[in-house]
């Protein structure tokens, strides 16, 4: 039997290169898993895929997106913080195209970084290639930026070799237990993180108007494939006046905390999001007990 292998993958790329779709498309409506506050961690948890043999963590690294701006300037501390202490990293590029100055700067930023255990270079987008530019030409080229990496040419967009790439970074990851059990994996997860969200987007908006006195419910969290997930949930407001406040003139003010949190659930998920709201009053639902158990969500209780 083979031993199981578990590890954190940062996954780090330029825009556009396909990290959503490879994302999304590992994942698919299996397991959808993000952590509730970037800002505690340097890292994002994008998602968690187990498999029989493995789990592969991936996580995003803010960091490095932000020194590709910082032109000359190839590593900062923040990039190494970022991508420090994970298992592998998986650079993603677009093998379509020939590799630019960015992807000269990620490759730079890569080469310093000391405490990993490797990179693999993710060739995407191979489906893309017309037959007089090689696969090989184009590995070597991104293969040539990093000589330490190994690269895997593959298509996001393509069941088969997908399963390659995850075969090679299983490989590439140590012989360790599953950091997370597969059943805590489930949308469950991101259904109490979308549930705080839209309750933090309504108290921002809605500050001292409303202190304390909301609940938020998620009533439906399905993920519609290509499309996104739809999510509909429900805020609970204490008193009727409350109520009115929260909709606000014409529905404005609930349009906007729908907006804002469904930008936060998207960019969690890394997928597009439908997210209807609609309020209710449950009064005196903060010292209901069976209220909040019927949630059978975590609620933030009222500081
Ligand atoms: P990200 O910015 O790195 O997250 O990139 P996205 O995942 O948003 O992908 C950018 C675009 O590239 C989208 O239009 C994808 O459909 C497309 N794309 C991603 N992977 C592939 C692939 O393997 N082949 C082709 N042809 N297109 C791809
Ligand atoms: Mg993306």
Redesign the pocket.
Known sequence: MTEFRSGFIALV?K????????INALLGQKVAAVSPRPQTTRRRQLGILTTEIAQLIFVDSPGIHKAQHKLGKFLNQEAEEGLNGVDLILW?VDGSQDPDDEDEMIASILKELKRTRGVVIGL??I??LDPAQGIGSQSEKYGNLLPSAEVVAF???QPGSRSELVSKLIEKLPVREAEFPPDQLTDLYEREIAADLIREAALFFLRDEVPHGLAVRIDEFTERGEVGAYIAATLFVERDSQKGIVIGEKGLMLKKIGSAARQEIESMGGRKVFLQLRVKVAKGWRNDENFLNRFGYKIKKPS
Do not use: H, I, R
């Open positions: 790329g825009p556009n290169v396909g990290k959503s779709t490879l993603l995407n987008k489906d893309k298509s996001a967009l």
